[in-house]
């Protein structure tokens, strides 16, 4: 059933009806009531994605992502994503992911424009967060998946206290005696990456030692740089004895290429990756690993915070900050 015969039956204009419907204040109450009457007479059943345009606001949360392949196999990533649509529908919302292969910044003024998403949740934070002083600029509600310490204004985020997980993995080696210590890592642009290698670094001088820069690797966010890294770093001179890698993409990466090369874990080489290697995991080997909560988890309270904003909630009321812990497993040992 359309508007059109709504307005037809009562004698209005399709503007009026319309109105009515969604309860502008300038209707006469004896025409919305009219026009409700009528509406429920004949089962008429708005378009949600129409009646979104009409007033400016959609009906669903956007998040940009650029996806690459390796993306499509990141367990972690679609799990998050999977409880974050299913709370959302509940709330009859919609995710929508939006790829892009360029320019982040043009995805998201698209996205604005075309009205269809009332907030965004923002992944992989950077130091400097030009995606999120957009959104601060448009005043559209967002929560960043992580921390922008270039943004001065409060916003909402979920994050991990990534120092701290990437102290305890070090501390961890430190403790086995290990002296080479590497760091493989995502990117220094990345915030989880900065506050991870912070820590990596704070363990190390608390230990009496310092970053040696041939063991230095922070390219690596997928597993083909993670295999690439790994392979660089055993073919040194004096290769690492222990070595902590800081996303768990990279890390599959950086595990396959340490056992391609003959290395046993936890003897010939440490290893602790961040998040470890997922679900889907066919290494035999236990990897120590830092854990965060659930991905499923995180998706749920995403939404929940999104939804929260979207409902008015101030956004310093809604900062998230979880404790990760180190799960031991058979990938780390005593230094030789």
Not at 82 to 109: H, N
Request: glycine share 10%; net charge positive; hydrophobic share 45%.
């Amino acid at each position: 059933m359309s508007l059109k015969k709504i307005a037809t039956e009562l004698g209005l204009s399709l503007t009026t009806v319309s109105r009515a419907l969604n309860g502008y204040p300038e209707v006469a109450q004896a025409t919305r009531a009219a026009v409700l009457a009528a509406a429920a007479r004949l089962h008429y059943q708005p378009d949600p994605g129409a009646r979104g345009l009409a007033l400016g606001r959609g009906d669903a949360v956007g998040l940009v992502f650029p996806i690459t392949p390796g993306d499509l196999g990141d367990v972690l990533f679609l799990t998050v994503a999977a409880a974050l649509s299913e709370r959302l529908e509940e709330a009859a919302m919609d995710l929508l992911i939006v790829s892009t292969a360029g320019d982040e910044l043009a995805a998201y003024q698209r996205a604005i424009r075309g009205r269809r998403i009332r907030a965004f949740v923002v992944p992989r934070t950077r130091v400097h967060d030009a995606r999120l002083a957009l959104l601060q600029q448009q005043g559209v509600p967002f929560v960043a998946y992580g921390r922008s310490p270039g943004l001065a204004t409060d916003y909402a985020w979920l994050d991990f206290d990534n120092e701290r997980g990437a102290r305890l993995a070090t501390r961890r080696l430190t403790g086995l005696g290990h002296r080479r210590i590497a760091y493989l890592g995502a990117p220094a642009e990345y915030n989880f990456a900065a506050l991870r290698f912070d820590g990596f670094c704070a363990e190390l001088a608390a230990a009496g030692l310092a970053p040696s820069p041939p063991l230095l690797l922070r390219q690596a966010l997928d597993r083909r740089s993670g295999y690439a890294a790994m392979q660089q770093l055993l073919a040194l001179p004096q290769p690492p004895t222990a070595v902590l890698v800081d996303n768990h993409l990279a890390g599959v990466g950086a595990v396959h290429a340490a056992l391609h090369q003959g290395r046993s874990l936890g003897r010939d080489l440490s290893l602790i990756v961040y998040d470890g290697l997922g679900t889907d995991s066919v290494i035999r080997t236990a990897i120590t690993a830092v854990q965060q909560p659930g991905p499923a988890q995180i998706g749920r309270v995403l939404a929940e915070l999104t939804l929260a904003r979207l409902e008015g909630a101030p956004p310093a009321t809604l900062q998230r900050l979880h404790q990760p812990v180190l799960v031991p497993g058979d990938s780390d040992g005593p230094a030789a």
